[in-house]
């Protein structure tokens, strides 16, 4: 089980499609910018369980994925607090993201190009782009 994954992939600015759905990260502590800087990813299969641990950490994990169309987060889950500041910022051709079941909340920028467009899935809509989340073009 992989506990830390923080900068695993970031930078690999050439990385375009990636499959972590075979990977067990039941105990994630760490995987604040997992996949910072990866410009050119527009395809990843997430694990269909990625849970944190109390104070787990997620800032920045997608930060600068641009290219990156749809995101599948309804595995995610958090036992207690999980900081996501970050998170998607510059993720401008997302399309499709789908939520987790549990509340999460996404804090900090959030710059989704012509967010109209895009389709949001899951429960907790509202409880993931609050007031201190900005959206922008």
């Known amino acids: 089980n992989a506990t830390n994954m923080s900068?695993?992939?970031?930078?690999?600015?050439?990385?375009?499609e990636l499959d972590l759905s075979s990977f067990d990260l039941a105990f994630m502590v760490d995987a604040s910018?997992?996949?910072?800087?990866c410009r050119a990813l527009y395809k990843i299969a997430m694990p269909k369980r990625l849970a944190f641990i109390d104070g787990g950490d997620a800032i920045q994990m997608f930060y600068g994925c641009e290219k990156l169309g749809s995101l599948d987060l309804s595995g995610m889950e958090a036992f207690g607090s999980l900081k996501?500041?970050?998170?998607?910022?510059?993720?401008?051709?997302l399309r499709l993201f789908s939520l987790p079941d549990f509340p999460i909340r996404f804090r900090g920028h959030i710059r989704l190009r012509?967010?109209?467009?895009?389709?949001?899935?899951?429960?907790?809509?509202?409880?993931a782009f609050g007031r201190s989340t900005m959206l922008a073009s």
């Open 7 to 16: 900068c695993m992939f970031c930078g690999c600015s050439s990385l375009e």
């Open 114 to 127: 012509t967010i109209p467009n895009i389709e949001t899935l899951g429960t907790n809509i509202g409880n």
């Open 84 to 93: 996501t500041d970050n998170m998607l910022v510059d993720c401008s051709s």
């Open 33 to 37: 910018s997992m996949f910072m800087d």
